[in-house]
DNA sequence: TTATGTTATGAATATATATTCATATGTTGA
DNA sequence: TCAACATATGAATATATATTCATAACATAA
């Protein structure tokens, strides 16, 4: 086995933890999709504006300031990755966040935010 | 002013708070950044073979099973975001996760898929 | 059923970014 | 300084996806 670097006792055995504790592609894959759906601008202020409870489409466009179409496909994303839920009232559909999971997540990164 | 649906009075205060409390459009940009750099597989798998401590570019690219080239372009984008930070150890690049937030996230992500 | 209001979606365009290859830069020891 | 190793980077390509426009689908009330 070639050696990599000065420290190689002690990174090959991370190596070897890191390998064997890997999540499967499809399990890392997932958790990516959930991150990369939090990750969009329009999305994350969708998230915050639902952080204070349901809503139907028109008004988290107007909480946003995004036009409808475009909000409803962002809606349509956040639910498919179950990130929110919606529920049919009349009308109007009301969405809102599906897991607390979610919000502390955004808590934590505002958290990192201001620390720096 | 018109009427959205027939929740008008609720959701139009949950707007109205929503929008005073909405951080600013430099803070959203910044922490969607976060999330983003973190939801790439890629990236995802080399925190998570950070997560026991620091590795080395080519151990790195050995935990992953990724090229060293990708690698160290990944780890320049981690860097940039504040994700990780490198030290040098001759002639080694040595890099870690740089704040306890992000191993938070990532495994709150974790959990949350584990509870479905 | 029809008119109206509300939400969803298909297609097109524009933009962003991950990966690869080739090569540069930086570090150490001889 | 040179040789060998370790890491970084520029450019090109390929791919992904956000937004917009136009329109469809759905729900309600009359």
């Not at 969708?46 to 995004?66: D, F, Q």
Request: with cysteine.
């Amino acid at each position: 086995m070639k050696e990599v670097c000065e420290r190689e006792d002690e990174h090959e055995a991370r190596v070897k933890a890191a390998i064997e504790s890997m999540p499967s592609e499809d399990k890392i894959a997932e958790m990516g999709a959930r991150f990369k759906v939090i990750s969009e601008p329009s999305r994350l202020k969708i998230l915050l504006a639902l952080s204070g409870g349901e809503l139907c489409v028109e008004h988290i466009a107007k909480a946003v300031s995004g036009q409808q179409s475009a909000v409803s496909h962002q809606l349509k994303t956040l639910k498919d990755n179950k990130i929110i839920k919606g529920r049919r009232d009349g009308k109007n559909v009301l969405y809102s966040v599906s897991d607390w999971h979610v919000l502390t997540m955004i808590n934590v990164a505002k958290e990192h935010l201001n620390c720096e």
